[in-house]
């Protein structure tokens, strides 16, 4: 005698036409969330914005651009540095080429 794989609890008493009801209705579902993520994915944190609150996603956006003004004055930094190397040089007195003696 065959013994059947008993069918999963709370599927016993479900008729077919109920589960292809509950199959389409998990379909629809997944498709929703498929479209959501393509059109979160397409813009920038379009998937943080779905997941962290409004005010933590302000929290990151004030961050983000604390950091972009720190390497803003880095590189500002850096510029006067090169503006004003020139500048020096200039200053001190004129090398003359040195004589080295061989023997």
Aim: hydrophobic share 30%.
């Amino acid at each position: 005698m065959e013994q059947r794989d008993p069918q999963p609890v709370g599927l016993a008493s479900a008729t077919s036409g109920s589960l292809e009801a509950r199959v389409r209705e998990l379909e629809e579902q997944l498709r929703q969330v498929r479209e959501q993520q393509g059109q979160q994915g397409r813009r920038p944190g379009g998937l943080l914005h779905g997941i962290l609150p409004a005010e933590t996603r302000s929290h990151l956006r004030a961050a983000q651009r604390e950091r972009l003004l720190a390497v803003r004055s880095l590189v500002d930094a850096a510029i006067k540095r090169t503006e004003q190397e020139p500048k020096a040089e200039s200053a001190e007195r004129p090398r003359r080429p040195e004589s080295v003696r061989i023997e």
